[in-house]
């Protein structure tokens, strides 16, 4: 059973322009979300997070925005940079065990 | 400050041996996480250690254990390997407790790429 799904598996955009990635997850209990960056053969690099209690988190390029109701969680980056490439997981921890579910990933290609 | 280390970067076994994998959280950090990469799938949680101690673990036989030092280092065993064990496995630390109810980021090393022929 997913608990985290990344229902798109690879994603192209154009330089310049708004990178949306998508992660639903099913569990309520999950009370902490994350994104990673993960260039192949490398760990994956910690990108931004947001609580439960928020519903907004911005970082520079990177926005997380959560929808606890829709069980949705999303990651824009504005605007998108060919460096940005790479694959993207969303990460959900489990309130009490603190080990992250992760998703399949999402590519992102990003058009010079 | 350096990161999540970890060694070897590759290595190589047959079936039936027994691989181990080490791994040195980034300083001050107390909580050290094991997850396999399998080719073609997602991070999947394999272990915890906090202080010392096994806290959870993933869906994976017994034959996956490990340790934690009382320098927060850590060591991940797979004996009896088998040719599906073939994967990237990630170490990732954070603060540990009680730092938790601030949201506890795990930040990942660059991996030990198992292969087993």
């Known amino acids: 059973d997913q608990q985290v799904k990344q229902n798109s598996p690879s994603l192209s955009v154009q330089e310049g322009r708004i990178s949306i990635l998508n992660c639903d997850y099913t569990?309520?209990?999950?009370?902490?979300f994350l994104w990673y960056k993960k260039y192949p053969a490398e760990g994956p690099t910690f990108l931004i997070s947001?609580?439960?209690?928020?519903d907004k988190n911005e970082d520079g390029r990177f926005t997380v925005f959560l929808n606890k109701s829709a069980k949705h969680l999303s990651l824009h980056i504005v605007p998108s940079q060919p460096g940005d490439s790479a694959v993207y997981f969303c990460?959900?921890?489990?309130?009490?065990?603190?080990?992250?579910?992760f998703g399949t990933g999402t590519r992102l290609k990003v058009l010079a | 400050e350096a990161g999540v280390t970890q060694s070897p970067t590759h290595l190589i076994k047959t079936r039936g041996q027994q691989a181990t994998l080490r791994c040195s959280p980034i300083?001050?950090?107390?909580?050290v996480y094991w997850y396999q990469q399998a080719l073609g799938l997602g991070l999947q949680f394999l272990l915890w250690?906090?202080?010392?101690?096994?806290?959870n673990r993933g869906n994976f036989p017994p034959r996956f254990s490990g340790r934690q030092f009382p320098n927060y280092s850590s060591e991940l065993n797979v004996n009896a390997l088998e040719l599906e064990d073939s994967a990237l496995y990630l170490c990732?630390?954070?603060?540990?407790?009680?730092?938790?109810?601030?949201?506890?980021?795990?930040?990942f090393g660059p991996g030990t790429r198992l292969t087993v022929l």
């Open positions: 990732a630390s954070s603060l540990g407790s009680p730092d938790r109810r601030l949201g506890d980021t795990q930040y």
């Open positions: 569990n309520s209990m999950f009370d902490y």
């Open positions: 947001i609580s439960s209690i928020k």
């Open positions: 990460a959900a921890s489990l309130r009490g065990t603190y080990k992250y579910i």
């Open positions: 300083s001050g950090h107390t909580s």
């Open positions: 250690y906090d202080e010392g101690e096994e806290r």
